[in-house]
């Protein structure tokens, strides 16, 4: 099983960014999916997930409003679409995927690797 997380990059403070994150190896239609992100001497946080059938979804304080999740189930694949970026989510954002999410929670059993969201101020 495979997490593959891309889109990160440089932008500046009020653009915008899209990561993608392709799931393989197995379905994950049944699973609830989402992002974490890991700024520099930080620990990981929580910053959104959404559940298999896109009827639950959450987000951190700190992105609500911002940023917006969504997922394509036949794709394996979800999204983390951010707009109004500022320099305070600079980090390196996981995707992650797990039975059971709630608010602000993600039981997580599968990580991808990280791709780098930098914004300039």
Known sequence: VQLQASGGGLVQAGG???????ASGRSF???AMGWFRQAPGKDREFVSAINSSGGTISYSYSVEGRFTISGDNAKNTWYLQMNSLKPEDTAIYYCAAGPVMNNNYL????WGQGTQVTVSS
Do not use: N
């Open 29 to 31: 239609s049944h699973d």
């Open 16 to 22: 915008s960014l899209r990561l993608s994150c392709v």
């Open 107 to 110: 039981k997580t059993d599968y």
